[in-house]
């Protein structure tokens, strides 16, 4: 007994290899079809996954997105934040760094003793390592930094509406006034940015304490925090009930426009790549059903020579899996460079390969052989001689 | 006798002619799904963006710096130059006010306000500083062309959220920010007193909403532009100007300086719809005003619009390259299995060029038919996905369906090539002896 199913199993794989033997052609076809749904599929799957994290990501173009105020900040200003508050801020939202600016805002004079023009502008204090919004490139390269006929001091970034009305040059040296506190530094420029920055001067945090004769203390905190938006809720969350003091506030026009925008592009995103993945799993099942029904031919023999139904249907199925496993590797292996390519095009990075992504790919494209090959069942009811006159 | 012999073809083997049409439907459809939504996504996007509020600001050449700090103004009412409001229907004149989606005229007093309502209503407790937002809420403009056109804050701030309602244009209501009305106890029913110096004089407005921005309008009064004109004394004038237009991503040539462009280049620049050839036209038709693109958002919305274009496009082009494998392997495999049909066919006298032309005719055939079947049902499903994602169904294009047919007939000529050449090769003898 044992003996004999030992015989029959070895049989079953013999003719299984002859199955995939007697025609290159078709084979490669085959290969051919399951291969390139596979390969779509993890990388589109891939891809899914990391978009949704990378446009996370580019939102932070927006620039700051949660703000720290005083309690009861009154519309007067003077309330401030003592600057024990920026180490109790989480600087981490999960593997994301969150980029933090502190900032003091006091209204002084600035004078330019170059072109004796002088005029009051808020000077915003701020700790230049923790400058979170971009100077555009204009102004580092225009820098004064390292050239030897300009006098050494704190350097102050000059916003570009100030700059004009002031004439001020880069390089050259303003003075900023309140009261009796008088600071100097050298001026860089700013360019426009259509922000409040255009109208303001930014130098050193402590520079802007002792002209406003307040050490120690910040006006706000701006944060950019990344992530979906329902991780930026409970991070505000979690940040105001670690500091009660305090009053934690999205900035209203950036979270809910990118929450908006955010669940747009998942939602298309998704959209997309589920048509894209059924149509392509409905399209390789047509053009497997399609090889499938030309093998009536070897169902008509297999029965001629005493094969039962269920056992030319296994036969058949187990050929259909077996190309599936093959072509899900080869696509599945196809779709790591396919993914790595697209993320590098689209966000410059590439993608990061999931690993849960290739055994799904895998399973899917086995699922897919076996189902095309189903239509063989038709063929119990052929009787193999009408095969054989070629009637069928 | 060559139609006969297609139409034969065609009347034998119907399953598999279907099944073959299925496939190359199915992936036409996956083409044309993933192309009709990727081609109609940039504009939607675009406006999508447009949640995010305005991106150009326009504010008074003449000017005097703002002493803005958190979003409030600190100069006096009698410093800085002012803009005429009446010079903003010309907005609409421009090239491209199609693109402008509002815009919303601001004018800012600093006030003192006192709800007349609470018992306690001189102290000094529930005299808040506050200060007057004069805008905009849906106001209607009379373009010089005779038409009107309805616009304001909702357009240029779409996150401004308002319980209750939005005052009514040029009436004596206001909607007062959420921190202010808490600070001085006015409710949505109230009176509100408001004045710009001293306690003598005052105008009393109605309190019909609640506003909650997030920013420094929660603790500002916002009231139609005309009154903020009366009490601030300066009527018709505002001094900040808010635009939301459509723009398109900027790229290097954008960021060009237009003066140093060739007339050429000058043109094409100010038919595109950078941000900042719209903030030239606007400078063009506002005399005395300074157009600023507003960076944070612009930028922003331009690199990201540009990523998920991308993302898009890539993700249309593996589609397309699985559709095409797929129907490739179909129509190879179709051929693959018909050797003896072509042994017969050359046994009889055909030759290897007439048995080619006949079998790519019936794959032709079948790809015209397929393509369109699958062009339609791209066209159904990119609908369902633009309705439910944008609420908007993305136009059928014509280009869209030829670029489908095409592909069709491509691919299953490419796939059938291979096949094809090998057949001519065929030894008729040997394929009809079965070996």
Redesign the interface.
């Known amino acids: 007994m044992t003996s004999s199913r030992a015989t029959n199993r070895a049989m079953f794989w013999r003719i299984i290899r002859r199955l995939f033997g007697a025609n290159p052609g078709r084979l490669f076809v085959m290969l051919l079809a399951l291969g390139a749904g596979a390969a779509v599929t993890a990388a589109l799957l891939n891809l899914q996954v990391d978009a949704k994290r990378r446009l996370t990501t580019e939102f932070r173009a927006f620039g700051a997105n949660v703000i720290v105020l005083p309690k009861h900040a009154s519309l007067s200003g003077s309330e401030t934040l003592p600057e024990s508050t920026i180490p109790s801020v989480p600087r981490n939202l999960g593997n994301a760094p969150v980029t933090m600016t502190a900032s003091l805002h006091v209204i002084a004079t600035v004078l330019s003793p170059q072109s004796g023009k002088s005029l009051s502008a808020v000077v915003a204090g701020k700790n230049p390592r923790l400058i979170g919004w971009v100077a555009p490139a204009n102004a580092t390269s225009l820098a004064p930094l390292g050239s030897p006929a300009i006098p050494a001091g704190p350097i102050c970034m000059v916003g570009g509406r100030i700059g004009e009305q002031l004439r001020v040059e880069q390089g050259s040296s303003i003075t900023l006034s309140n009261g009796d506190q008088k600071e100097t530094c050298v001026a860089a420029g700013l360019g426009e940015s259509g922000g409040p920055e255009d109208d303001q001067i930014v130098t050193d945090v402590r520079a802007a304490q002792r002209l406003a004769g307040l050490p120690g203390r910040i006006s706000l905190i701006e944060l950019t925090v990344p992530g979906s938006p329902g991780e930026i809720q409970s991070y505000i969350a979690d940040l105001q009930h670690r500091l009660p003091d305090v009053d934690v506030r999205p900035i209203r026009q950036f979270t809910e426009g990118e929450a908006k925008i955010y669940n747009r592009i998942s939602g298309l995103l998704t959209a997309t790549v589920g048509i894209v993945l059924v149509l392509t799993g409905l399209c390789v099942m047509a053009a497997m059903t399609n090889v499938a029904m030309e093998r009536k031919m070897d169902v008509g023999l297999m029965k001629a020579i005493g094969g039962s139904m269920r056992r030319v249907l296994r036969l058949f199925l187990a050929e259909a899996a077996l190309l599936g496993l093959a072509g899900g590797i080869i696509g599945a292996a196809a779709g790591i460079f396919l993914s790595i390519g697209l993320g590098k095009a689209v966000f410059g990075v590439a993608a990061r390969p999931r690993l849960i992504v290739y055994p799904v790919t895998v399973a899917i494209t086995i699922i897919v052989a076996i189902i095309s090959a189903f239509p063989l069942r038709r063929l119990a009811s052929i009787r193999p001689a009408s095969v054989f006159r070629g009637e069928a | 006798m060559f139609l006969r012999i297609v139409a034969d073809s065609f009347g034998r083997r119907p ?2 002619k279907l ?2 049409g ?2 190359l439907a ?2 036409m ?2 083409a044309t ?2 192309l009709s ?1 990727s081609l109609d ?1 940039g504009d939607r ?1 675009a406006k ?2 447009r ?3 305005a991106n ?2 326009v504010t008074p050449q003449a000017d ?9 103004d ?1 100069r006096p009412v009698n410093a800085g130059a002012y803009l005429p409001e009446a010079d903003l229907p010309k907005l609409k004149t421009i090239f491209w006010h199609n693109n402008i989606i509002g815009f919303s005229p601001v004018l800012e007093v600093p006030i003192e306000a006192w709800s007349p309502a609470s018992k306690s209503s001189l102290t000094s407790a529930v005299v808040g ?3 007057l937002i004069g805008t905009w809420a849906q106001h209607k403009v009379t373009i010089p062309d005779g038409t009107t056109y309805v616009t304001g804050v909702r357009e240029t ?3 401004w959220d308002v319980k209750g309602q939005w005052f009514g244009e040029d009436s004596l209501q206001c909607v007062v920010g959420v921190n202010l009305s808490k600070r001085i106890g006015a409710k949505i029913g109230d009176d509100l007193n408001v004045s710009s110096g001293g306690h003598t004089k005052w105008v009393t407005l109605k309190v019909v909403g609640v506003l909650s ?4 309008e929660d ?1 500002a009064v916002v009231v139609p532009i005309s009154v903020a004109q009366q009490i601030a004394g300066k009527p018709g004038e505002y001094r900040k100007l808010y635009v939301s237009a459509l723009t398109k991503p900027e790229d290097a040539f954008a960021k060009r300086d237009p003066k140093s462009m060739s007339a050429d280049e000058f043109e094409r620049w100010s038919c595109s719809p950078y941000v900042s050839s719209i903030a030239h036209s606007i400078k063009q038709v506002l005399p005395g005003a300074d157009v ?9 919305e331009g ?2 619009l540009t ?2 274009r ?3 496009w ?2 249309t082009g ?2 397309l ?3 095409a ?6 129509s ?3 051929v ?2 018909r050797r003896t049909e072509i042994g017969l066919m050359k046994a009889l006298g055909a030759a290897s060029g007439t048995v080619g032309f006949l079998l790519a005719a019936e794959q032709l055939l079948l790809a015209f038919v397929g393509g369109g079947i699958g062009y339609a049902l791209g066209i159904v ?1 990119a609908r369902l ?1 633009g309705e ?3 609420g908007a169904a993305p136009e059928p294009s014509l280009m869209v369906f030829f670029v489908i047919i095409a592909l069709a007939a491509g691919v299953t000529i490419l796939g059938s090539a291979l ?1 094809l050449r ?1 057949a001519s090769r065929y030894e008729p003898a040997l394929i009809l002896r079965g070996e």
């Open positions: 399953r598999h099944l073959t299925a496939a199915l992936g459809g996956v799904a993933a939504v996504v996007l999508e963006f949640s995010l509020g150009l600001l005097s710096l703002p002493l803005e700090i958190g979003g409030v600190y500083n506050s200060s701030n779409p996150w921005s997030g920013g420094s603790d600023r693109v507003i960076r944070r958002v612009a930028e922003g690199a990201i990523r998920v991308m993302l898009l890539l993700v593996a589609a390259l699985a559709a494998l797929a129907v490739g392997a179909s190879a495999a179709s693959i299995e499903l996905v439910k994602i944008f096949p090998r």
